[in-house]
């Protein structure tokens, strides 16, 4: 099978790494083979496919990397509540058939579903008609996002582009930014450690935190058994890297180190400022393949 959890030998780490990117299975543009197709020609040898609250883009990556050369990281990006904020947390080398996992992702499955119903209500009474439809036909994989609804109304005509559908309906404070009870922080965690995977924070600083309580959220996430935190990810400059160095020496002090992971997001390839694969650790951090490496136990 190839949804199973990698060893990571030194082969796999001898090119770029790139561990957080997404296939039409979410809200991505390519197929799961046509993203590892370009991951390799872009000279990545260690990749994580991690899709938005779906694995089922899992087997068919894990058969093109296979074939490639490539070592594949079964990975996901589960959308998590912390407080009444939405969060990102990242599993990676999970066991896709485990209970846990397949749980996990079900209940967001549902949410996500009601969601999307939502979202189309409110479009429709704004006279978009069609949306649920139309967002459905754009989601080739069971996981409908506000990007399918962004993609929709972009080739309906009725925005110019994604970015546009997001600042006037899909948004923080739009009418498409549906309220919704996600799995908490510590949940999802617990989920993806019992998947057999390390958890990952993903991009620290995209959720509009102030500093205080980015601590708290890396304090939060540490204590609920967070492995590691994405150091580099997307498009990021470098004080923006430092900053979240810092956060990880603070959150460090005592408890078991936070490790640190990277990856483009990459979505599509029009997103020239987040290719796939072209992402790099700073010096002097732990990344978190480490728990992976031959030999190593988890
Ligand atoms: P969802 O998972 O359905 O809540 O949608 C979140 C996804 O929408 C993110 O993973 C991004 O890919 C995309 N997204 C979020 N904000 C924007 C934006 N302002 N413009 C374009 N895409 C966005
Ligand atoms: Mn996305
Ligand atoms: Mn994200
Ligand atoms: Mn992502």
Redesign the pocket.
């Known amino acids: 099978m190839y949804t199973a959890r990698s060893v990571v030998t030194d082969d796999a780490i001898s090119g770029q790494v790139d561990l957080h990117c ?1 296939s039409t299975a ?2 991505g543009i390519l197929s799961p083979m046509a993203l590892v197709s370009r991951a390799k020609s872009a000279g990545v040898t260690l990749l994580a496919l991690t899709d ?2 779906t694995v089922s883009g899992i087997a068919e990556a894990g058969q093109a990397a296979a074939e490639q050369g490539i070592t594949l990281l079964p990975g996901v ?1 589960f ?1 998590a509540r912390w407080g009444r904020r ?1 969060v ?1 947390i990242v599993g990676l080398n999970v066991d896709c058939m485990s209970a846990a996992l397949i749980e996990a992702v079900s209940v967001r499955a549902a949410l ?1 579903r009601e ?1 999307a119903m939502e979202i189309a209500r409110r479009l429709e009474k704004r006279g978009f008609t069609g949306a649920f439809e139309g967002a459905r036909r754009l989601a080739s994989g069971d996981e ?5 609804f ?1 993609r929709w109304m972009v080739a309906e005509g009725h925005v110019a582009d ?2 546009k ?3 006037r309906y ?2 923080a404070g739009k009418i498409g930014d549906v309220a919704v009870l996600w799995p908490d922080l510590a949940d999802t965690v617990a989920s993806i450690e019992a998947a057999g995977g390390a958890a990952v924070l993903a991009h620290p600083l995209k959720y509009g935190l102030t500093r205080t309580r980015l601590q708290a959220l890396l304090s939060d996430f540490q204590r609920a058994g967070g492995a590691a935190v994405e150091v580099v990810c997307g498009q990021q400059n470098p004080a923006q890297t430092r900053e979240i160095l810092q956060l990880l020496a603070q959150a460090s002090g005592d408890e078991r180190p936070l490790l640190a992971s990277l990856g483009s ?1 990459f ?1 599509q390839p029009d997103q020239s400022w987040r290719a796939l694969g072209c992402v790099r650790l700073p010096p002097d951090v732990e990344p978190v393949w480490n728990l992976w490496q031959t030999g190593a136990s988890k």
């Open positions: 997404h979410s809200d938005h609250d990006e959308t939405v990102h996500r969601r409908i996002g506000r990007p399918h962004a994604t970015a559908a997001f600042k899909l948004g997001d979505h």
